[in-house]
């Protein structure tokens, strides 16, 4: 399986982004760990899955030719040429949500750390 682990930039809690990583891998099998290379959460990522011998693809973002818009551009793109099958979504921003709410539109399965699945009523719910 391919899996998006999406999050923000200042999210520093390694075990917790182990415990999210190892719940899905048990569950599903991840073959592809996919990150926007962002913060400790990439580093976190791309290490857990070194650990279990699994591929890492990155998609940093492209701050000098995109200034501020580089991670929301970055996300799109990261969603429609990774062909994710999920998409683990952990604590972050406004950048975040959005990469979360296009998967969601594109029928890609999304879950929290829980393993909750994440539908478009839950994010209608916590956008009021």
Same mark, same amino acid.
């Given at each position: 399986m ?13 075990p ?9 891998h048990?569950?599903? !099998? ?29 998609? !940093? $973002?492209?701050?000098? *030719? #995109? ?9 799109? #793109? ?10 683990? *979504?952990? !604590?972050?921003?406004?950048?975040? $949500? ?14 929290? !750390?829980q ?9 209608t719910?916590?956008?009021?």
């Amino acid at each position: 399986m391919r899996l998006i682990i999406a999050g923000g930039r200042h999210l520093d809690d390694v075990p917790g982004i182990h415990r999210a990583l190892a719940r899905v891998h048990a569950t599903r !099998p991840i073959t592809v760990v996919i990150h926007g290379s962002a913060g400790l959460l990439g580093i976190t990522a791309e290490d857990w899955a070194r650990a279990q011998h699994l591929h890492v693809v990155r998609y !940093p $973002a492209n701050w000098r *030719a #995109f200034g501020k818009r580089a991670e929301a551009i970055r996300n799109a #793109f990261m969603l429609e040429d990774a062909r994710p099958d999920m998409v683990l *979504a952990l !604590p972050g921003g406004s950048d975040t $949500a959005e990469l979360i709410a296009q998967a969601v539109r594109a029928r890609v399965a999304v879950i929290d !750390p829980q393993g909750q699945r994440i539908t478009p009523t839950c994010l209608t719910a916590t956008n009021r």
